[in-house]
């Protein structure tokens, strides 16, 4: 079986304080007012002082079956069928942009239109590849983000999760996103592309 | 391919860590690229990860700049450094020659935490040219912008900055009052704090007004309290206490002065020479011969309670008057005061009173800043000596930031600082005060010369303090940046980041950990290589305090030819001084190499010896009768507050609150657009509040007072009380700087502002 790799987001450690962010535009060189990953503030939910808010951290889900690699007509965006890491092969892309970008439920693609490419989360391909974590998993600051192999998951999600059914976002797309979530179903709405929205986890 | 280098480096701007070390990827001369530190393996935190962004910022300072219009105009000519330190000299000499050495003010700040010239030593390279230069009033000295209220009422009660807070693993209960370390202390507190919860079941309540991030993450039990109420909260915690028997009576008899006789004429500890002996000795109460005793007398048993007379003197002991001060103090009333419910005060004072194992915790707490949290901070910290939250202590030095003496800020402060002899002090909140108002402190300030600080934008009382700048006769800004404090200047100095330039700081794994709940942590050397070399004409602080030096006529005190040198002369001298024995590995190549150096000290004894006049925790302070103060914690509504100020709250009903933003330590980075893509500057207010103003989520709004006015996005939010509203301190000026709201006035004897207090009123723009 191939690898596959995913990732438990613990929304109870999530505090929205964008070290993940800043890494990854640091690493990556992600262009000015685009983000790889994303962190959004949910809530607060409810009235004063019985209040809600949590943040939620989202990035590519690297589909099991990505729509924005099926919507890509020149197949700048793939999926590596060796660990399922889905990527851009810059010299193929076309900058068209949108057809890809509204293709993903999630946010993920960030457009650098001064080059004339697509980018995205690459999940560290390079860090990977030297035995290492992705670095937004390293940069955590309270280790939120919980990364392995599919199969490896739930036992390192198990102190994390106690036993509670994760979750993942959006699953009435389809896609089999690689990212799964440990808090029970409160998360209210978060606003996806173009009024996609991410409804309550499922 | 060219060559890549690792450079050991650390980022220190006076956040809630103070410092991260890290490293950075350096090619051709360029940092391309920083990494996350092998050894620490504990990542920067957002602001961190835009070091290298900031240090190629296109807005950074190059060349030195004189002003050629009035002040303020913006008008700039480009002059060389030569030209630039000629004018300083010389103007800081005319100003000598005409007023005296007292007319100068230097102010080095905390805007970076490696020295030389960093916090840790209180700015020793500059304040070494200046005391030897003839003095100057030196900013440092008195009061500070957000603490001083905690730490001077510390010094007078344990004498201390803090007691120490361990946090035992299976810490039962842990109380955050007043601060918000999630947003703060973000690189590894709250990851502490969430370990204790999901493992051993640690219990958090947060005390706030605002739901903060810490309120949101952490807390299992959330009070909103009423901005600048808090001493009243403690003053009902503590009646709880007493009344129902919670608090170890051995600590209040061994390692208190509560025991002590009082005399009811003057307020002054009774002693025995006042009853005809012959010491200076605290009396108490003898409960078995029913007479006066000196505390120490062999098998005495003093009374806690009841009124004597000795002597003709009325007496009472400490703790009487401690329950008489908070015999008033009901869960009603303090409800009333505070804005919680009865119930969940006394809840909180039972449950705290009887669990083993609990802690208050508050780094640098928002009261601090409230008219007078000097006596929250007290009161605060009584809960916690009576109740058992107290195991140990920090020696406090005449340094305020060293925690953590491993012996090398200690050694170059003792060995570089000569006595200033100008004995003027200031409190740095209030420079501009001192220059308007020169009766005030019986100054007469004609010069500024300012490194790492920025005064216009966070001062309190942001016009004030451009009126005063107005009126010197030589300002002289070094920074990265055209800040808000440069645009003031005669000369604009470009300094450099700490990519830039060799510093260390003493630390620990959690950064300098003064702030932290960790008392047993090993500690260590943080040293920051220079990675490059200094953008355009950019310096460091310390060449350019050395060729101030120069230009002064005495670059023989400054034989150190740059910050590295500086020191690894200090390294050695720290080194052969026998009370700093664990210092013999380091060395300045181990330094460099490995950028983070364990430094073996052993923990110091947990005791209770407190260095206080009594040698125990001074629940009644006799000194501040003499200052004017009571010695004992009251509340008292803010000064701006609608108990406080009904008048004024009439016209401005809302209560500021000016928080810390986790993106910005301070106004440092405020202009990063990395990070100032994430956030629209906003004033959060509850739904209540901006329904009545016709404003809703998103509108641009106008935050107005008698002070000023300024314009930002409402966040319309279930997250703050009705009544209170937030804008987060440190935005420039074109973002809404909070400071043209605040009031400058201080708080009593710490004599830090109280930004959180001050009244507003908000209307659409
Ligand atoms: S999250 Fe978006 S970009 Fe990532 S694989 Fe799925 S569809 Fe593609
Ligand atoms: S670094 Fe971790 S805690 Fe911080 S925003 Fe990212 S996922 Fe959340
Ligand atoms: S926590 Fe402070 S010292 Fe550490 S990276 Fe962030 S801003 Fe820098």
């Known amino acids: ?202 | 391919m060219p060559e890549e280098k690792l450079v050991n480096v650390f980022c220190g701007p006076h956040c809630g860590a103070y410092v991260c070390e890290f490293q950075a990827v350096v090619k051709e001369g360029k940092v391309e690229n920083l990494r996350i530190h092998p050894k620490t393996k504990h990542p920067p935190c957002a602001v961190g990860w835009t070091n290298a962004k900031r240090l190629y910022h296109p807005d950074r300072l190059l060349y030195p700049l004189k002003r050629v219009g009035e002040r303020g105009d913006g008008k700039w000519e480009r002059i060389s450094w030569d030209e630039a330190m000629d004018y300083v000299a010389k103007g800081l000499t005319e100003v000598k020659q005409k007023y005296g050495n007292e007319s100068i003010v230097l102010y080095s700040y905390v805007a970076h935490h490696g020295s030389p010239g960093g916090a840790a030593d209180r700015s020793v390279t500059p304040l070494r040219l200046f005391n030897l230069w003839g003095g100057c009033i030196h900013l440092f000295d008195r009061g500070n912008l957000c603490a001083a209220a905690y730490w001077q009422s510390m010094r007078r009660f344990t004498g201390t900055i803090h007691l120490a807070r361990p946090l035992p693993k299976d810490t039962e209960l842990m109380v955050i009052w007043s601060s918000n370390p999630v947003a703060t202390s973000r690189r590894i507190t709250p990851r502490t704090i969430m370990e204790s919860k999901e493992q051993y079941g640690l219990k958090v309540v947060v005390i706030d007004p605002q739901f903060t991030e810490t309120a949101a993450l952490l807390a299992d039990e959330y009070l909103p309290i009423r901005p600048g109420t808090d001493a009243a909260l403690a003053l009902a915690w503590l009646r709880v206490i007493i009344a129902e028997g919670l608090y170890k009576k051995d600590v209040v008899l061994n390692h208190t002065n509560a025991l002590f006789l009082v005399r009811s004429d003057n307020g002054k500890m009774l002693r025995e020479k006042d009853v005809g002996g012959p010491s200076d000795k605290y009396m108490v109460w003898d409960a078995k011969t029913q007479q006066a005793r000196t505390f120490d007398t062999a098998g005495v048993e003093p009374a806690l309670t009841g009124s004597q007379t000795v002597k003709g003197i009325t007496v009472k002991p400490v703790w009487q008057r401690l329950i008489e001060l908070v015999e008033p103090w009901t869960a009603a009333k303090a409800a009333e005061a505070t804005g919680l419910p009865a119930e969940s005060i006394v809840n909180l004072a039972r449950e705290f009173g009887r669990k083993k194992s609990k802690i208050q915790f508050f780094p640098i707490p928002r009261f601090n800043t409230t008219s007078y949290g000097e006596y929250a901070s007290i009161a605060s910290e009584m809960i916690n000596v009576l109740s058992g939250g107290i195991i140990g202590r920090m020696v406090m030095r005449e340094n305020p930031h060293a925690h953590i003496d491993v012996g090398f800020h200690a050694t170059h402060f003792d060995t570089q600082v000569v006595p200033n002899p100008v004995s003027k002090k200031v409190p740095v909140g209030h420079l501009a005060e001192a220059i308007l108002n020169p009766k005030r402190y019986g100054t007469n300030i004609k010069a500024l010369y300012l490194f790492r600080a920025n005064p216009v934008n966070q001062h309190a009382s942001t016009q004030k303090t451009i009126e005063a700048l107005k009126k010197l006769d030589l300002v002289v800004v070094a920074d990265l940046f055209m800040s808000a404090t440069a645009q003031y200047a005669d000369i604009v100095l470009p300094a450099c980041t700490y990519l830039e330039r060799s510093s260390i700081r003493e630390a620990s794994p959690v950064g300098v950990g003064g702030w932290t709940i960790y008392y047993d942590l090993p500690r260590q050397l943080y040293y920051c290589d220079k990675a490059v070399e200094p953008l355009g004409e950019s310096k460091d602080d310390y060449d350019i305090t050395r060729l101030l030096a120069q230009k002064l006529g005495m670059g023989q005190d400054y034989p150190w030819r740059n910050a590295e040198e500086w020191i690894a002369d200090n390294l050695e001298k720290a080194k052969e001084n026998p009370k700093y024995p664990w210092l013999k590995d380091v060395t300045i190549d181990r330094l460099k190499r490995e950028g983070i150096v364990d430094v073996p000290i052993p923990t110091p004894p947990i005791d209770w010896n407190m260095p206080t006049p009594s040698g125990r925790v001074e629940f009644y302070n006799e000194e501040l009768i003499d200052m004017g103060y009571e010695p004992l914690p009251v509340y008292l509504p803010p000064r701006e507050s609608p108990e406080g100020s009904p008048e004024l709250y009439k016209k401005y009903p809302l209560q500021l609150l000016t928080s810390k933003f986790k993106l910005r330590p301070n106004s440092s980075y405020g202009n990063q657009p990395e990070l100032r893509e994430m956030y629209t500057p906003d004033v959060l207010m509850n739904p209540e509040d901006a329904a009545p103003r016709g404003i809703k989520d998103g509108d641009k709004v106008t935050v107005f007072n008698d002070r000023g006015q300024i314009h930002l996005k409402a966040s319309v939010k279930e997250a703050i009380r009705p009544g209170v509203v937030r804008i987060y301190q440190g935005q420039w000026p074109a973002d809404g700087n909070v400071n043209l709201l605040s009031s400058d006035e201080l708080t009593l004897y710490g004599e830090n502002p109280t930004y959180n207090t001050g009244l507003v009123n908000i209307r659409k723009a």
């Open chain 1, 1 to 202: 079986m191939p690898t596959r790799y995913g990732m438990l987001v613990d929304l109870k450690r999530c505090i929205g304080c964008y070290s993940c962010i800043m890494a990854c535009k640091q690493d990556h060189g992600v262009v000015a007012g685009k983000r790889w990953n994303r962190v959004t503030t949910v809530g607060p939910i409810g009235k004063f002082p019985n209040v809600r808010m949590h943040y939620v951290y989202t990035q590519c889900m690297h589909c099991e079956k990505p729509p924005c690699v099926e919507a890509c007509p020149t197949g700048a965006l793939y999926k590596r069928p060796e660990d399922g890491i889905v990527l851009v092969d810059e010299s193929k892309c076309r900058a068209c942009f949108d057809l890809c970008e509204d293709a993903c439920p999630y946010k993920a693609l960030a457009r650098d239109t001064a080059r004339g490419k697509q980018t995205k989360c690459t999940l560290c391909v390079e860090r990977l590849e030297k035995g290492e974590q992705p670095l937004c998993v390293q940069t955590c600051v309270t280790q939120a983000l919980i990364f392995g192999k599919v199969q490896d998951l739930p036992k390192l999600m198990e102190p994390r999760t106690k036993g509670v059914p994760t979750h993942r976002l959006l699953t009435d797309q389809g896609t089999g996103p690689g990212l799964e979530y440990n808090k029970d179903p409160e998360l209210g709405t978060i606003k996806g592309r173009r009024g996609k929205v991410y409804t309550d986890v499922t």
